[in-house]
Every structure is written in C-alpha cells, then in structure tokens.
C-alpha cells in the first residue's frame, strides 16, 4: 500500500467523474460521494496473556438505495476509516454492476491476525458483533469475509448474532462453512468470477487465453484463481507469483496445485522448488498475456503503470490501480477488468447463499456456478458496451454503469 493514497479520496474522484458523464445534479453527487452510515467503535479482548487490549473496529453502510448494505469485514494492521470508506464505497458499484438488490457497506478491525491465537480471534469477531448487532440483520446489512477473514469467522460472527438475537438466521453473514447455512461454490466464487471475465474478454480481444499469466497475492483469491485458470480457459502457463513476503518465477510455468499446497504448508510461496526468487514488486511488470493483482489497494500507480506488459490485468483485489496508472494503462492498450466487475464473483455468490438461506434449500455447486457465469457474463457484456458508447476506460465505463444505477433507485425512492 502507497501511504501517500488516500484510497477514500481514490474511490470519491471516481464516483464524481463517472456522475459527470452521466451529467447527475449536484445534490445526486453529493449524496453518492458519501457514506450513507457510519459506525466507528472499539473492541476490548481478553488476550492469551491476561492483559486486555483495545482494538479500534468500523462498519460503514455507504448506500442502502438498491437494498441492504452487503460487504466483507477485513482484519488487518494498517486499515483506517478511509479504507473502509473507500472499499464500502466500491461494494456500492460492485453489487450495482453484476445488477444485484444490494447496496454497499465494508468493515474492519486494526489488528495483526498473524499475531493473534485463534481465542483472540474468536474473541475480536463475537465483540465485533456485540457492538453492531443492532444495526445489521438480513434487511439491513449482510457481512461477508475479506482481507484476513474467512468462513469461520463467519461462523463464530453469525453464532454471536443468532445468541443476541434468539433466532436462526444464517443469511445475516455469507460465506459460511457449508454445514451452517454455507453456499456450494463460495469458496472460489471472486476467482471464478474474475476467470469468466477473462473468458469474455479474451474472446472480445483476440487473446489466445492459455498463454501465460501471473498473479500477484496469493491469499484466497489469489490461490484460487491459479487453480481455476487452467481448469476455466483450457490452459495456461503461471509464471510469476508474489505473495506479502516476495515473489516467485519460472518461465517454464510453476504447477498451481503444488504451488497451493506448498503455501498451506510453509505460509509463503518463497523457496517453491525449480522456482527463482525475485522481488515481489517485480511481478506486476512481468511480460505476460494475463495479470491478476489479488494484494491490496494501489498496487499499480503512477510509479510502476508504465511497466506493465500484460494484455489483459484482471482485478480480483479491490482498488489496486490509481487513477493515474488507469490512464496509463489505457494509453498503453492494456485492458484492464476492473475490480467493481472482476472481483464481483464473490458477491454474487455471497447473494446466491443469502438466497439459499432464506428458503433453506440448497443449490447444487453446477447450479451456482452457472447462474454465476450468467450473472459475470451479462455484466461483462453490459460494461463492454458502456466502455464502446463512452469512450474511456473500463473501469470509468464500468463505473457510470453502476453510479446510473443506484442514482436511478436514488431518484426513484425521492431522496434526490
Ligand atoms: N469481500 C468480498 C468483496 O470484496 C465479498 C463481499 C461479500 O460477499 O459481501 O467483494
């Protein structure tokens, strides 16, 4: 992360843009450049040691116009309010772009996970859900995980809520293990959904789609969509990986499944056999047909955009290309799928569980993956003819997409 990037600034110079083109009056902008609710709080937590600690926490509900406030709760060391702001703001087009009844809304606790014993961790997710039980719930505000969060947070965050409460009611988080509420085909949901973008814009591009590829973050997403690659587009050579302690190379390809089983193993990819080490920022600006940055906000900025060679940069991370480095980018011909689309995988199937949970009956995984690609396809298409109508870059075209979509339920509901 770039500390001299205010991503909630980022996320604001977008909106205003793309609400320029769409030519929204005044009170419209102002109403979509901020969060609609905001809670900031803090968490006590009884650590291994006996000690108690503080740990500052937020939840920020950004839009409620298309429906209840939808996005993943993170737990890491450098997140602020603006992060949390921006990334709130984001889920807002994102769930407007794939067309779900959703608003936008992010969470966050400053804390160091890879510092914390699994108690402390249980202990930091049930808190979190005691201070803001009151103001999610099913129709109000549905969280998910993210950075450093995962199903069992979930899990621990929706047995919190259903203790306060008294009730079942597992749709009020997704991404739940499958046996409490859980959907089929979450767990690569962001990943696949971003590799259906890849499909549809190779096709749209002229790009052979089993060329090579590199991935920067290997985290959830990242892990996942080395192994969904080849399996969705038919083939494809890996050559580059970076995860948060440095990067990886061979231009012969490294096997994603070992490469995956060796980070469950050794919580690095460093040190992979018939790999060479270079250094993690180095993977970005690898010649490659595909990039994927699955790592945190502005990764590609004004600093390294020129050095990108990749065709296609498919962004399963939120926020990880400045404004600049988007102009860049487009000046440099690389297509970029912006993250409002290509990560938007993991909501739409997060949707899917919510769907799911409210009639407990359960789809099967082809079930969910088909409405997925469905959902991914039709929004791929819908931003390929907004970036043709338009004329900029894809993430502005994908962007005035959704800004006219939720200031059209803005309008519709009187606000504006
Ligand atoms: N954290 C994921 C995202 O940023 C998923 C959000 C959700 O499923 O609510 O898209």
Not at 85 to 97: I, N, Q, S
Not at 243 to 267: A, M
Not at 389 to 400: F, T
Request: charge should be neutral.
């Amino acid at each position: 992360m770039i500390e001299s990037y205010n991503s909630f600034h980022v996320s604001q110079k977008q909106v205003v843009e793309a609400a320029k083109l769409l030519h929204l009056d005044d009170a419209t902008i102002g109403l979509l450049s901020l969060p609609q609710r905001e809670f900031s709080f803090t968490i006590p937590v009884k650590m291994d040691n006996g000690n108690t600690k503080i740990f500052s926490a937020y939840r920020i509900q950004y839009n409620f116009a298309r429906g209840p406030a939808k996005g993943g709760i993170r737990f890491h060391k450098d997140e602020t309010i603006d992060t949390i702001r921006a990334l709130a703001c984001w889920m807002t087009w994102k769930t407007a772009v794939v067309d779900l009844p959703l608003g936008g809304g992010k969470g966050g606790v400053v804390c160091d996970p890879k510092q914390l014993s699994e108690r402390e961790l249980e202990n930091i997710a049930r808190g979190y859900i005691r201070a803001v039980s009151d103001y999610i719930g099913t129709a109000k505000d549905i969280p998910a995980p993210d950075v450093y969060t995962n199903p069992q947070t979930m899990a621990w965050m929706m047995d919190e809520y259903e203790t306060i409460t008294r009730r079942h009611q597992p749709g009020v988080m997704t991404n739940k293990p499958r046996q409490i509420g859980g959907t089929e085909g979450r767990r690569d949901a962001t990943a696949r959904g971003g590799v259906y973008c890849v499909r549809e814009a190779c096709k749209h591009h002229n790009i052979d789609p089993t060329g090579t590829y590199a991935i920067q973050g290997f985290g959830n997403a990242g892990q996942r969509a080395a192994l969904l690659h080849d399996e969705i587009l038919g083939g494809g050579k890996l050559i580059a990986v970076s995860d948060s302690k440095g990067g990886i190379f061979n231009e012969n390809g490294l096997n994603p499944r070992e490469l995956v089983t060796y980070k469950l193993k050794n919580k690095t990819i460093s040190g992979f056999p018939n790999s060479i080490d270079i250094p993690r920022e180095s993977v970005l600006e690898q010649k490659v047909d595909i990039l994927y940055p699955a790592a945190l906000e502005n990764s590609i900025n004004h600093l390294n955009a020129k050095n990108i060679q990749a065709k296609i940069v498919c962004e399963l991370s939120n926020g990880p290309t400045t404004p600049e480095a988007d102009i860049i980018l487009y000046k440099n011909n690389v297509f970029v799928i912006p993250d409002i689309l290509a990560s938007a995988g993991g909501v739409v199937v997060s949707y899917f569980e919510m769907v799911q949970d409210s009639y407990s009956f359960f789809w099967e995984e082809s079930e969910v993956y088909e409405k997925l690609a469905h959902k991914m396809s039709k929004a791929y298409k819908t931003v390929a003819e907004s970036i043709r109508e338009k004329k900029v870059h894809p993430r502005l075209a994908a962007m005035v997409v959704a800004v006219a979509r939720v200031a059209e339920a803005c309008k519709l509901r009187g606000w504006v």
